[in-house]
């Protein structure tokens, strides 16, 4: 099956100096909670963001799709990218390497 990667930003940079409002906490509470069923169904592999609060913070998801239509989809389906809180954007992407430790070879 294809592998997708999207990067997320805030669309509100200070969203992460200043705190969030009520609407991007809202949905920042439901982009965690898209991801999470997303991830106990398989689809998604990696989820997870640099710890900067910089304009160049960014997140990363990396998941499965049968592809380029139902990856966009997923990314779409989003709350945080719905309500405008996230921009993303999606690569295909693929594993070059792989440490055992982390668990079962995504690259299969």
């Not at 997303?38 to 592999?45: D, I, N, S």
């Not at 389906?77 to 295909?92: I, N, Y």
């Amino acid at each position: 099956m294809p592998r997708y990667l999207t990067r997320l930003q805030p669309v509100r940079p200070a969203m992460l100096t200043e705190g969030p409002t009520a609407a991007e906490a809202e949905a920042v509470t439901a982009h965690f909670h898209y991801l999470s069923s997303l991830t106990e169904q398989g689809v998604v592999l990696l989820a997870g963001r640099t710890l900067n609060i910089d304009p160049s913070s960014f997140g990363i998801v990396i998941f499965d799709a049968p592809d380029d239509e139902a990856a966009q989809a997923l990314v779409d389906g989003d709350p945080s990218v719905q309500q405008r809180v996230m921009r993303a954007e999606l690569f295909p992407y693929a594993v070059a390497l792989f440490h055992p430790a982390l668990g079962d070879d995504p690259s299969s």
